[in-house]
């Protein structure tokens, strides 16, 4: 059984940065990992998403060039390094793992296991 536990969430001010991590249990270092942010009263959305190798790595065009996805197999933890943060940046994050086969990211339904989410706050 895989356990994620999010971490690192907060509030800070526009401009500003946040490091949040995601700590696994179980046998996750061949899963490729996602982040995923869901704001109030909208839909859980795709933020970045990085394979197992850790030399591939997918972004939300909303977060490009902002945010860097990576991953420390030997922790079994993958981190979401956030910068220039925006209000609009304002979710519940969510860590997740993709255990099955197959080059898609994008989409909720392509991951196994979630984390129960780290609240990010950006004050304008």
């Known amino acids: 059984q895989v356990q994620l536990v999010e971490s690192g969430g907060g509030l800070v001010q526009a401009g500003g940065s946040l490091r949040l991590s995601c700590a696994a249990s179980?046998?996750?270092?061949?899963?490729?990992m996602g982040w995923f942010r869901q704001a109030p009263g909208k839909e859980r959305e795709f933020v970045a998403a990085?394979?197992?190798?850790?030399?591939?790595?997918y972004y939300a065009d909303s977060v490009k060039g902002r945010f860097t996805i990576s991953r420390d197999n030997a922790k079994n933890t993958v981190y979401l390094e956030m910068n220039s943060l925006k209000p609009e940046d304002t979710a519940v994050y969510y860590c997740?793992?993709?255990?099955?086969?197959?080059?898609?990211?994008?989409?909720?339904?392509?991951?196994?296991?979630w984390g129960q989410g780290t609240q990010v706050t950006v004050s304008s």
């Open positions: 990085i394979i197992w190798r850790g030399t591939r790595t």
């Open positions: 179980g046998r996750t270092f061949s899963y490729a």
């Open positions: 997740a793992a993709k255990s099955s086969s197959g080059s898609y990211y994008y989409t909720e339904v392509q991951y196994n296991y």
